[in-house]
C-alpha cells in the first residue's frame, strides 16, 4: 500500500498486545508527540514540514461542533489513541505520505488506521472509530487538537498556555476549551509546525515567534524556559468573512449615523489613527475604514504580521522580520514606514504603532500621504496622543515635547476609539478630532461618543451613541473638498445629540 514503509505490505506489529478489549498499556504518551519528527530521523522532519502540502483549509464542521468537542474525552480515549498512533508511525512511511495531497494522505491513514483498530481487536463504533481517525489525522497531517479550533468561525482567540490548558474567546467572552495536547513536547512540535511554515523558528535558543496560518491568522509563540509552565501560543483567529461597518451597525458597535460618519472620514481622507487596547477590534476597524478608499489609490500596509485584508486592486502588502539567531537582518516597522516613502505611496496604513515608526508615520501624514492610517494601543483619545508622544521620544529623536505635539496636531485628524466593555462587546467609543495646540495643550474634540447608561440584568452593558452637537468639524472643508459636506451634515443632524448633562436633548434627566 502507497505510504506505508517497504515496497510490500509489511504485517503490522503487535507490540505487546494487550489483553482483548482492554486499553494498550500506555504506550509512553510521548509517543503521540514524537509522531512526524522524531519518527523521521535526520533531515526528515525539516522536509516532512515544508514539503508536506499545507494542511487543508479547515471545512466548516456539518454539526455544532461544540458538542462534538467540548466533550471531555477520558483517559482510556487517549490511551486507545496512543497505542493505535504509535502502530500507524511504526507502519506508515511518513516522507511518502509527505508527497500525497492531503485528501490522498487521510485515505491513506483511514486504511491503516482500520486495519490496526481492527488487529488490536479494539472495541470501537464505527463513530468512535470516525473520531479517532479525525484526531490522529489531525496529529499527523495537521495541528492536532487544535485543528478542531481552528475550524471553528465563531472563536476570536485561541490561547493555549502549556499542554493541559486552553482557552478561547467565544462572543467577546474567555472560556476553557475541552482539548488536550499529549504533553509539551506535542504543543512544541506543532508551534514549530506552525512557524516553519512562514519560513521561522522557534525553540529554547529562539523562544519568541510571530507568525501567521496560511489561513492568515496571526500566531504568537513564547516557549520556555521564558514560558515557564510549557509553550504558550497565542492565535488570532482569521475571521474568513471580515466584519463590515453594517455588521458593526448590527453588533450594535457603531450606530448607523456613526457609521456613516467613519465612512466620510476615509472618504475624504482624513489621517486617522484607530486605538484600543488588546483585542478591542482596532484592526477590525482599520479594515473596515479602508473599505472607503478608492481603487485608483495606490495603497502601503506595513504590518508585524499581515492580517489586513484590502480590497482594493492596487496594494502593496509588506511584513517586517525579525533577526536571525546571528541577530542580523532584522526588518522593523520603520525600515517599512521609511521605505514606503519611496513607493510613491497614495495612502500609508500601519498595522500597528508601537515603537519610533510613529514619527515616521507621522511624517508621512504631513507630508502629502493625506487618508493614512494606523492603529495604537491606548484606552483613550487623550492616552493615544501622549503614548504617541512617547514613542517619538523612546524612539531617541530628541525634540521637545512642544515639538512633536505640533507635529501631532499637524498630522492626525481624526481618533477613533474602540473598546471591549466588560460584558464582552465592543464598541467605538470615540471619533474625536484633534483640533491644535493651546498653550502646551494638545485639545481634542469628540464628535461621537458611546455613553454607558447602566446595566441589564445580565450583566450586558448598556448605553447609546450620541452625536455631540458639533455641526461643523475640523474636517468640514477637507469634506467640502471632497464633496461630501452635504453627506456631513446630515449624518451629524440625524445623530441623536447629547446634552451637557448627558441625556439626549428634550428628555428629561431621570
Ligand atoms: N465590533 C465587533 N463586534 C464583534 N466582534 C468584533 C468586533 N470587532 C472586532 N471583533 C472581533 O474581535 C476579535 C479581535 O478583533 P481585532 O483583531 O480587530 O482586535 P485588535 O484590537 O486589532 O486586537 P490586537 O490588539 O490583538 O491587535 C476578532 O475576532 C474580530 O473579529
Ligand atoms: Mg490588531
Redesign the pocket.
Known amino acids: 500500500m502507497f505510504g506505508k514503509r517497504g515496497d510490500t505490505p509489511q504485517p503490522l506489529p503487535q507490540p505487546a498486545a494487550p489483553p482483548q478489549g482492554t486499553p494498550a498499556p500506555a504506550a509512553s504518551p510521548t509517543g503521540v508527540q514524537n509522531t512526524v519528527p522524531e519518527a523521521a530521523p535526520g533531515p526528515e522532519p525539516e522536509s516532512v514540514s515544508q514539503s508536506r502540502p499545507p494542511p487543508p483549509p479547515p471545512e466548516p464542521p456539518s454539526q455544532p461542533v461544540e458538542d462534538e468537542y467540548d466533550r471531555a474525552r477520558s483517559e482510556e480515549y487517549y490511551d486507545v489513541k496512543t497505542t493505535v498512533f504509535n502502530a500507524l508511525i511504526d507502519t506508515i512511511d511518513l516522507t511518502q505520505l509527505a508527497r500525497l495531497d492531503a485528501e490522498a494522505a487521510r485515505e491513506e491513514i483511514r486504511d491503516i488506521v482500520s486495519e490496526i483498530v481492527a488487529i488490536k481487536n479494539v472495541v470501537m463504533s464505527i463513530a468512535e472509530q470516525e473520531e479517532l481517525l479525525e484526531d490522529i489525522c489531525n496529529d499527523v497531517l495537521g495541528y492536532g487538537p487544535l485543528e478542531p479550533l481552528l475550524a471553528r468561525d465563531d472563536i476570536?482567540?485561541i490561547m493555549v498556555n502549556g499542554a493541559e490548558s486552553t482557552y478561547i474567546e467565544v462572543s467577546?467572552k474567555v472560556e476553557p476549551a475541552r482539548i488536550r495536547f499529549a504533553d509539551n513536547a506535542q504543543l512544541m512540535n506543532i508551534c514549530q509546525r506552525i512557524v516553519s511554515q512562514v519560513g521561522r523558528r522557534v525553540d529554547e535558543s529562539s523562544p519568541i515567534c510571530d507568525a501567521r496560518l496560511i489561513d492568515g491568522s496571526r500566531v504568537n509563540v513564547i516557549a520556555p524556559p521564558l514560558a515557564i509552565d510549557g509553550p504558550s501560543l497565542t492565535i488570532?483567529?482569521f475571521?474568513r468573512d471580515r466584519?463590515t461597518l453594517d455588521q458593526?451597525v448590527n453588533?450594535k458597535?457603531i450606530s448607523p449615523e456613526g457609521r456613516d460618519l467613519l465612512g466620510i472620514i476615509g472618504r475624504v481622507r482624513c489621517n486617522t489613527v484607530i486605538s484600543?487596547g488588546?483585542?478591542?477590534?482596532?484592526?477590525?476597524?482599520l479594515n473596515c475604514l479602508t473599505g472607503y478608499i478608492e481603487s485608483d489609490e495606490r495603497i502601503i500596509t506595513c504590518e508585524d504580521s499581515a492580517?489586513l485584508q484590502l480590497q482594493q486592486p492596487h496594494v502593496v502588502r509588506l511584513e517586517t522580520r525579525p533577526p536571525n539567531l546571528e541577530g542580523e537582518g532584522e526588518v522593523t516597522m520603520r525600515d517599512l514606514v521609511k521605505n514606503c516613502l519611496r513607493m510613491r505611496p497614495d495612502r500609508i496604513i500601519v498595522g500597528?504603532v508601537r515603537g519610533p515608526e510613529a514619527f515616521d508615520l507621522l511624517q508621512a501624514m504631513n507630508t502629502g500621504h493625506d487618508g493614512s492610517m494606523g492603529?495604537l494601543?491606548s484606552n483613550s483619545p487623550r492616552e493615544c496622543l501622549s503614548r504617541l508622544e512617547s514613542m517619538i521620544l523612546m524612539g531617541g529623536f530628541s525634540l521637545p515635547s512642544k515639538t512633536i505635539r505640533e507635529m501631532i496636531v499637524a498630522s492626525i485628524d481624526v481618533i477613533v476609539q474602540?473598546s471591549r466593555l466588560r460584558d464582552g462587546?465592543?464598541k467605538i467609543t470615540h471619533v474625536t478630532e484633534v483640533l491644535g495646540l493651546e498653550g502646551d495643550v494638545v485639545t481634542l474634540q469628540d464628535i461621537y461618543v458611546y455613553e454607558m447608561q447602566g446595566e441589564d440584568a445580565n450583566g450586558g452593558v448598556l448605553g447609546r451613541h450620541r452625536a455631540t452637537g458639533i455641526a461643523r468639524p475640523r474636517f468640514w472643508d477637507r469634506a467640502r473638498y471632497y464633496g461630501e459636506e452635504t453627506r456631513l451634515a446630515e449624518t451629524l443632524a440625524a445623530a441623536e445629540i447629547l446634552d451637557v448633562t448627558g441625556q439626549p436633548l428634550g428628555e428629561e434627566v431621570a
Open positions: 476570536a482567540d467577546g488570532r483567529k475571521k466584519l458593526l453588533y458597535s484600543g488588546t483585542g478591542s477590534g482596532k484592526t477590525t476597524l492580517e500597528e492603529t494601543h474602540a462587546t465592543r
